[in-house]
Every structure is written in structure tokens, then in C-alpha cells.
């Protein structure tokens, strides 16, 4: 048997990390603002690419933040009693069944992390948010993936025999991130009337408000086991920069385990004062939306006279299929100002988020020669 000599090797031959990190591959977001103006040698641009709301926040939400920054030496309240005590009020939830969260991502981290061990499965359905695959893989789960259906809807048959057999975690985004694909209550109903209550689930959504067909909540209570609605502030309510997201659990006794793993003061003053800003200002949130998605039909409607292969997307963006490619079709509409989201799933598919009407007029124009063979 050969013995190596750990001290002939150099510090690179020796890794300090978990041997489960190796075939992890880092989150890639979208491209930034600073980087696409080098590429593109302009300023006038547009950020299509990373889901943004780029109709603003709440006006109140500049007030908010400024009364907050008045004492930036006090630590901010570690379980933001405030924001979980207004969010529990709205939504008929005890708030000792929030967890608060910097984004989403966080919470999937905590969640994941708190009850998988390795060897675990995770059930999804790929394509999906590439932050599932991340945080498993960190946990050394493996997968159990039921591929989507021509469309990217889910195939709900194939995933209900897969959920009946009680993998230890299932996780289902609605919509779909980065297909824009939504379940239906009747769907998610099925799937769950299968699932074990041994099984764990994690309803991600994180695009909600533009899809707010069921109440999700009364469907995972009525199932009765283990579970979490993924929700965030940076989509919607526009506060992607501020890093504020929230989990409704199923019990208090849940939330109180992923506390055991959430850093504390995770979520800063500001945010939480942000946050509850939005939260109250359920009429700029509802013009919002509104204005998306009259702006997605418009988009949807430009893309359906150029015969573009598209998705039925419920969300605050457009998944459609360029003929040209998905990185030919991204550095096309580069050129012009506007960055897409190019995505890995075969076929050319690219993820473009709607932006302001003057940024969707953009679009629409160029469109034509971006997705030209």
C-alpha cells in the first residue's frame, strides 16, 4: 500500500474542507451593472437579469432606512420581533412560526442544514433554483430528480410516485425559478396527499405575489407534517439589495432548531426597518405587480408574433428559447444596453426579467436581430 508523506505535500495537495465540497459548483449570479459596462462600453443600461424589481420599492422605504441609520452602533433586534409580529398579523400566523432570514438563500441553507444527513434524499425537478443542489450537495444528500415535462411544467404523476415512497426532503419552487412555471392548488394538493408525513417540504416562493392563486398554507396544514413556505422581500417588494427573506414553518419548535444555525442579528436594522416599510405598503405593492404583469403580456405578446418558444411564466420575468443560442442572444442584446440571464438548460433558453416599460420597449426592439440565426 502506498503511504504518502503529508509533509512532502505542498499546502495545495492538502485541502482543508469537507471532501462533499469538491463537486460543488458555485452559485453564478447575473452579470453586474459595473460588468456589463466594461463589456458593453456604454451606461445607458438595463437589468434584465436577475429578477430585480426594477419598479422601485415603496416610497416609504427611503424614510424608513434613514430613521434607522440615526443609531448604526446598536445591534439590530436579533429576532425582529417587529417585522415577524406585522408579517404573523397578515397572514393569521403565530409569528413564533416565522423565521427571519438575509434572502431566501439563507433559508434554504438553514433548512437544509438542520435536518438532512448525508445520504439523505432530496426530491425536486429539475430545471430549477441551482441553490437546492448547492446547499445539498454541502450536506452530501443525494438526489432524486423528476425531470420537467416538455413546457417545464412539473410532471405531477412522475413527481407524486416519487414523493409517496418518503424521500427526506422534497422541495417545490412556485413558480418555477428559472422557467417561470407555476403549481396549481389542485397539484400541489395531490402531491402532498402521497407525501409521508416523515418527509420534510420546502415550498419555495419566492415569486408569490405574482402568483397568488391558493393559499399555500392552508394546503401544508392540512397535510400535517414538516414543512416551510419559502417567501422573500427582494422580488416583489424590491429590496434585493437589503437581503430580507422569511420562512412560515409549521411549528415554533422548528423555527426554533433553524435558530440554532442562523447567525445572529443576520437580518441588520436597516433591513428590518425596510422591510416592515414594504410589508405595510400593500398599495404600492399591488400597483407593482399589477404593471408587471401587464408588461410581461406585452413582452409575451412580442415574443408570440416572432414565433418564440416561450413558457407560460407566472413570475416577474420570461424563459423563452432563442434560435440564435442563449449566449449569442445575450452578448446581442448586450451590445444594446440591455442584460439578459443566458441559462444552462439545453436548447438556447434565457431568462429575461421585465423591466420598466421604457426598458421592455428596448427589448421588444431588439429582439428581432438578438434571436435571428
Known sequence: ??????????????????????????YRPGMTLAQAGRLAGRTDLAKLASNENLLGCSPRVADAVLAALASPEIY????????????????????????????????????????????DSVLLSSPTFPAYEIFARCA????????????FDLDVEA????AAK???????CTPNNPTGNALSGVDLGEILAVTPRS?????????????????TLDLLKAWGGTWVSGRTFSKA??????????????SAQLVGYLDRLRPLFNVTALSQAAALAAWDDQEHLARTVALTIAERGRVETALDVLGVERTASAANFVFLRSPAGAEATAARLLREGLI??????????????????????????ALPAALAV
Open 1 to 26: 500500500m502506498l503511504v504518502v508523506d503529508q509533509k512532502s505535500l505542498s499546502p495545495a495537495e492538502i485541502s482543508p474542507v469537507r471532501p462533499a465540497l469538491e463537486g460543488v459548483v458555485a
Open 76 to 119: 439590530p433586534d436579533p429576532y425582529c420581533e417587529t417585522l415577524r409580529a406585522a408579517i404573523g398579523a397578515r397572514l393569521a400566523v403565530d409569528p413564533a412560526r416565522i423565521v427571519m432570514t438575509p434572502g431566501s438563500e439563507a433559508l434554504i441553507d438553514y433548512l437544509f442544514r438542520a435536518v438532512l444527513h448525508p445520504g
Open 140 to 151: 452530501e444528500a443525494r438526489f432524486i430528480d423528476v425531470p420537467r415535462r416538455p413546457g
Open 159 to 162: 413527481f407524486k410516485r416519487e
Open 166 to 172: 418518503g424521500p427526506k426532503l422534497i422541495v417545490l
Open 199 to 215: 418527509t420534510v417540504v420546502l415550498v419555495d416562493e419566492a415569486y408569490r405575489e405574482y402568483h397568488d392563486a391558493f393559499d
Open 237 to 250: 417588494y424590491g429590496l434585493a439589495g437589503l437581503r430580507v427573506g422569511y420562512g412560515i414553518c409549521s
Open 340 to 365: 439578459v440571464r443566458p441559462t444552462p438548460v439545453p436548447g438556447g433558453w434565457v431568462r429575461i426579467t421585465i423591466g420598466r416599460p421604457a426598458d421592455n420597449d428596448r427589448l421588444i426592439a
